[in-house]
């Protein structure tokens, strides 16, 4: 095993980790408590598409989480920052509630397309607007390339297959900016202003969350609550680093055993 | 008549070409609003083709309308064309479907579903995308995805798998970005019936009765048009009409047998040829 420098930042995924739906994972309160009152900096990671950060803010006040709405890295995030960096005037293909994310962006003639989870926006007309930029030099922005979602009534289209076929149609590849994507992970530990082999994610997507933290060169730790299913920790190479029943054990394991 | 010799081997030796298989949209005529428009010359080309005897069909991955409505409209424009001489997904697609006993869930234009009236879509056990244009809602995609979904065995049948085309107002996406789309979804590989599907192409040629190397493809569509009918034996040539681009000429790799400015260029280079 090679040597690990200290740890300084912890990365935590939001729904399936901190919570279900609008339940608190039991004790995650009083964890992330007791990690606040180790050295470490602590970062919320969540890919959602919908959902501005104020919203999964105040969502998880309600919850009595101890948390600043500036500890919170989205997907969006993301994209906002790279949109802002290459200065590009994006088509935003996103939910309405997703907006706020991308308050002050100058979206007038636009020079690139940005693709979330809009289902709205993936109609014949809209495509055809982003597909003709595209076509015409614009780069394609994925928040993320999810094949599908739940919902209550079963499974609905992601935006991976949107963007699929818009890669498809104009030759061009995407460049997607959520989880499992290093550059996520590596963007979200640059305003904490660590390496990767300083930091930790938790997260119950073994994919997403675990492996993607790892391929980025953070230690993952899969915990088994959310979209946990048995068996999940054989399906990433290397293998969690620490698979656990939930966030409170998983926070115990880092105050006992990396700090 | 005299005109610029042109090196033009995807006609010689002289006598060799019989047949001439047409693409059509993009080649005759472009679509839009109001039923579209000619391409200057076509009209007069594909007369001077079949008064020099020469076998003409029609190659088109069409899917917006059933073959009968779409020649109307092509006549209606003037074209001299039939049903007869016109290869279209559909019908081929009906041929497979009763070959293997497949009950399809449809998603196409409204246009094309008369196309399928003598079809059982009762309990599909497979779904067919079509060039569905507006039909593409979210919606509707989500319904296709979630059949496939349920099925222990999914089976998607695209009808082509163009990527886009010109139409009056501009690019648009055609059905190849759909079946991508929902084969993603569903992690499975589409099965592709029409152009540039082999079989496709040599049921026109079979119906001309000729072989491969006596027949001159003409297609506004450098990979499915130009590279796949020449993958099925014959010369093809690129017309700089339709959704033609000049980075065509450069692609990594398809080389038209030749790149004309547009069909009546082609017919008159090819009559030329012929004796």
């Given amino acids: ?259 | 008549a005299c005109s610029v010799l042109v090196m033009a081997e995807w006609c010689e030796p002289v006598g060799r070409v019989k047949g001439v298989l047409l693409d059509i949209c993009g080649v005759l005529y472009e679509s839009g609003d109001g039923g579209g428009v000619p391409i200057v010359g076509s009209v007069e080309a594909v007369k001077r083709l079949k008064e020099a005897n020469l076998k003409v069909r029609f190659c088109t991955n069409e899917t917006q309308a059933t073959r009968e409505k779409f020649v109307k409209k092509l006549q209606n424009l003037g074209f001299d064309i039939t049903v007869d001489e016109v290869f279209s997904p559909a019908p081929a697609v009906c041929q497979v479907l009763k070959e293997r006993g497949l009950r399809p869930h449809l998603l196409v234009h409204d246009g094309l579903q008369p196309e399928f009236n003598k079809i059982d879509q009762s309990n599909p056990n497979c779904v067919v995308v079509g060039d569905a244009a507006e039909y593409f809602t979210y919606k509707n995609m989500n319904e296709a995805f979630q059949i496939l979904m349920g099925l222990e065995k999914p089976i998607l049948i695209s009808l082509g798998r163009g990527r886009y085309y010109k139409e009056t107002d501009g690019m648009k996406l055609d059905v190849g970005a759909y079946m991508k789309a929902l084969e993603y979804a569903c992690d499975i590989e589409a099965e592709v019936v029409g152009k540039p599907a082999a079989m496709f192409f040599l049921s026109a040629l079979s119906d001309m009765g000729l072989e491969p190397d006596q027949v001159v493809m003409i297609g506004d569509d450098i990979v499915y048009d130009v590279g796949g009918a020449q993958q099925c034996g014959m010369k093809a040539v690129q017309v700089r009409t339709g959704k033609y681009r000049p980075c065509d000429e450069q692609h990594p790799t398809v080389k038209a047998d030749g790149y004309v400015n547009n069909l009546a260029q082609a017919v008159t280079i090819l009559l030329e040829h012929l004796h």
């Fill in chain 1, 1 to 259: 095993m090679s040597t690990r420098r200290i740890l300084k930042a912890v990365l935590i995924d939001l729904s399936g980790t901190l919570h279900i739906d609008d339940t608190a994972v039991s004790g995650a309160q009083e964890a992330l408590q007791k990690l606040r009152s180790s050295p470490v900096a602590v970062k919320f990671v969540t890919n959602t598409t919908k959902e501005c950060k104020r919203t999964l803010f105040e969502r998880l006040q309600k919850l009595s989480f101890d948390i600043h709405e500036d500890e919170i890295f989205t997907s969006l995030t993301a994209a906002r920052n790279l949109v802002d960096q290459k200065q590009f005037r994006p088509l935003l293909l996103v939910d309405n509630s997703a907006l706020e994310d991308f308050e002050g962006v100058d979206t007038t003639d636009p020079n690139a397309v940005v693709v979330g989870l809009a289902p709205e926006h993936f109609n014949y007309d809209t495509l055809n607007k982003a597909f003709r930029l595209i076509l015409d030099g614009a780069p394609l922005i994925a928040i993320h390339k999810a094949r599908y979602y739940k919902k209550v009534d079963g499974l609905s289209l992601g935006p991976g297959p949107f963007i699929t076929g818009l890669e498809y149609a104009t030759d061009v590849k995407a460049t997607v900016v959520g989880k499992p994507e290093k550059s996520f992970f590596l963007e979200a530990l640059r305003s904490i202003g660590c390496q990767p082999e300083e930091a930790v994610m938790i997260g119950d997507d073994v994919r997403d969350d675990v492996g993607g933290a790892q391929s980025a060169g953070m230690l993952g730790i899969l915990v088994k609550t959310g979209k946990y299913r048995l068996a999940d920790e054989g399906k990433t190479n290397p293998a969690p680093y620490l698979t656990c029943d939930a966030f409170p054990q998983a926070v115990d394991h880092i105050l006992y055993n990396m700090l």
